[in-house]
């Protein structure tokens, strides 16, 4: 820590050009130097948001900066005083960004507000000294509570999930979140969790597994075994459930959301903000009758044998793992069976991936049913989610022939026999990429090894997540081909050809950012032409208040001109910015699709709002116009819009 007369010294030193180590153990040191070099200086005051008092011990990380905004190297590090003060000296002039961190806070930085979750940067002269480099630390949030059985007894060891709120195309959505356990005493609690609307869930996936693929469930609510069913249908299944009801009884437990809905439509939504802990969310599981399901999958033979069939119910379809009532996979003729089945209204799914929004701040987690009995653990990819910067599209898989298909099914007190899910393999999508104008692959890099990657990412329904190219070994053209592509809208983005972005995509001389590629059945799409450019494009600005006078945080919306391209976001929103701008007021974005757009500035509470034709006609008649060219940054400066919703 840095103690009063090291401070004061600090300031001494720099005064006299005496440069300044100071060491994260507390150790210094002075070394000569020229009064023109190495002789910039920062210092500042670390505090508590709420409490509007000094955080002592909190350790600053200075980091340089490159001149394309990276992080360049890591530099001096230090903790502060008794009273949040740090001061470094004897710097290099150059731009700099900070890393704060302290126990029990959020990590912070240079330039952070309550509402923006990115920090900005201080740019330094020679002789300069930063006197006002002051950063604010807010505290997470938390939720608690217990879970009970219908006795009133506490459930032990039972998973336990939140989910959080965020706005996507105009709507609220839900993004998966940490899972955890309940104690000894039936409690959960869940910490680190930033400002927003919240909803706790307890999964029960009843599942069922085919002859011959037996789980072990090593975890259960009580202390009972898992039974053994046996059907009539030749059907020999185990099957388990993670909150187990008394065995032999035909009762079960339904997945329940706080405070005792089934579907996530009703449950409650918990308000946090910072540091606050709600406690008391208490959940209380009621058994309730149920009934079987069986039937078979229609579809290729060699796709339909084990291929996971999951029951949601309605209202629930978002949620990926753990957010079905059942699962189970076909046996080899595409038959299955579906057991402990509450009685109600779902959609039954078939296919080799399931999809979910999630959160990126889950700290821990555990799983949300027994390793054994998730299917969809071989493969991971994770897309990023235009305008929520909090949250991704994540899709986990297995191996096999992929196939997809769903069916609405009722379920009353006789159950359901002889169910079909027609399942069908989609279409192929296919064209070609130029890359800088080039039909060729370069001499080096991925493109040469892999050939072009493409990606389709779904515009409306979310649930079959992003679909891609698949990889061609040393090819000689730049052609690609998407298989497996379910019905629906999709917007092409880069796949992962690094160093590239897209400018351009048609087909058929359709501009391919007006009109989504609308894949309707099994037939192939061909001749899809992507331009991608390796030179940067984008926009760069600076974002002052509405008087004009002080640099500002701010969020800001890019967005184009034309309102027929408003209509095929994308799940990633290739043609939409939405910035965190920091308190320095500087924004800067690349990567982007040429032709004309607007951009306009509004209050930094505002993040959260998403992009939805409501915010983007209200900004169109007050944001500035630019044009984006190919290997071209247009700057624009901007003030902030008062905007109240």
């Not at 002051?134 to 006795?151: M, Q």
């Not at 089945?341 to 999809?355: M, N, Q």
């Amino acid at each position: 820590m840095i103690h009063r007369s090291l401070f004061d010294s600090a300031k001494a030193a720099w005064r006299t050009g005496t440069l300044v180590l100071i060491m994260a153990t507390g150790a210094h040191s002075h070394v000569p130097a020229r009064a023109s070099q190495n002789s910039a200086a920062i210092s500042g005051v670390v505090s508590d948001a709420e409490a509007r008092l000094p955080v002592s011990g909190a350790v600053v990380q200075l980091f340089a900066v490159r001149a394309d905004g990276r992080a360049q190297q890591q530099g001096p590090r230090q903790e502060t005083d008794s009273q949040g003060r740090f001061v470094f000296v004897g710097l290099p002039a150059g731009a700099y960004h900070a890393l704060v961190t302290a126990p029990g806070y959020f990590d912070g930085g240079f330039g952070g507000t309550a509402d923006l979750s990115t920090t900005g940067r201080l740019e330094l002269q020679e002789t300069q000294w930063v006197k006002d480099a002051h950063v604010t630390l807010w505290k997470p949030a938390a939720i608690s509570g217990v879970i009970r059985d219908d006795t009133g007894e506490p459930l032990v060891d039972i998973p336990v999930r939140i989910l959080s709120g965020f706005r996507f195309r105009g709507r609220e959505h839900w993004a998966g979140g940490t899972a955890t356990l309940t104690d000894d005493r039936g409690e959960y609690r869940f910490y680190g969790l930033r400002p927003g609307r919240y909803v706790v869930l307890v999964p029960s996936i009843q599942v069922t597994l085919p002859d011959g693929e037996v789980s072990l469930y090593k975890r259960a609510a009580r202390p009972t075994a898992v039974p053994v069913i046996r059907g009539g249908d030749g059907l020999g299944t185990m099957a388990g459930h993670f909150a187990v009801a008394p065995p032999g009884t035909g009762l079960s437990y339904r997945t329940t959301f706080y405070p005792t809905s089934p579907t996530l439509p009703d449950a409650d939504r918990i308000e946090l903000a910072f540091g606050e802990h709600r406690s008391g969310n208490d959940l209380t599981l009621q058994p309730v009758e149920t009934v079987r399901i069986s039937g078979n999958v229609a579809g290729p033979p060699d796709a339909i044998a084990h291929l996971p069939v999951r029951l949601v119910a309605n209202g629930n379809e978002s949620l990926g793992f753990g957010g079905e009532t059942a699962l189970t996979k076909t046996d080899t003729a595409g038959r299955f069976a579906l057991t402990n089945v509450p009685l109600g209204e779902y959609t039954l799914f078939v296919g080799r991936s399931i999809t979910e929004f999630r959160s990126r701040h889950v700290g821990r987690q555990s799983d949300v049913a027994p390793i054994g009995a998730n299917p969809f653990l071989q493969s991971y990819s994770a897309s990023i989610v235009g305008g929520a910067p909090d949250v991704v599209l994540a899709t986990n898989g297995m191996e096999g022939p992929d196939v997809t298909g769903r069916l609405a099914v009722s379920v009353g007190a006789d159950g359901l026999k002889g169910v079909v899910v027609p399942a069908t393999t989609g279409a192929v999508v296919a064209g070609r990429v130029r890359l800088d104008g080039s039909d060729t692959p370069p001499a080096e890099g991925i493109v040469q090894i892999l050939g072009a990657r493409i990606g389709l990412e779904p515009v409306d329904d979310t649930t079959h997540g992003v679909r891609y190219s698949v990889p061609r070994p040393r090819p000689t053209d730049l052609k690609f081909s998407i298989p497996f592509v379910p019905p629906g809208r999709y917007q092409v983005v880069n796949g992962g050809i690094e160093g590239y972005s897209i400018v351009r995509a048609t087909w058929n001389g359709r501009d391919l950012f007006k009109e989504s590629v609308d894949v309707t059945g099994e037939d192939p799409i061909d001749g899809l032409v992507i331009d991608l450019s390796s030179k940067k494009t984008g926009v760069s600005g600076t974002v002052s208040s509405s008087d004009g006078r002080t640099p500002s945080p701010a969020v800001v919306y890019v967005f184009p001109l034309e309102r027929e391209r408003w209509n095929a976001i994308g799940l990633r929103a290739s043609l939409f910015r939405v910035l965190e701008v920091p308190t320095t007021g500087t924004f800067s974005t690349d990567g982007m699709v040429t032709g004309g757009y607007l951009v306009a500035a509004v209050p930094a509470e505002y993040r959260n709002h998403g992009i939805d034709h409501e915010v983007l006609t209200f900004l169109a008649e007050r944001a500035r116009r630019i044009t984006v060219v190919e290997g071209t940054t247009a700057t624009v400066d901007l003030r902030v819009i008062e905007w109240h919703r």
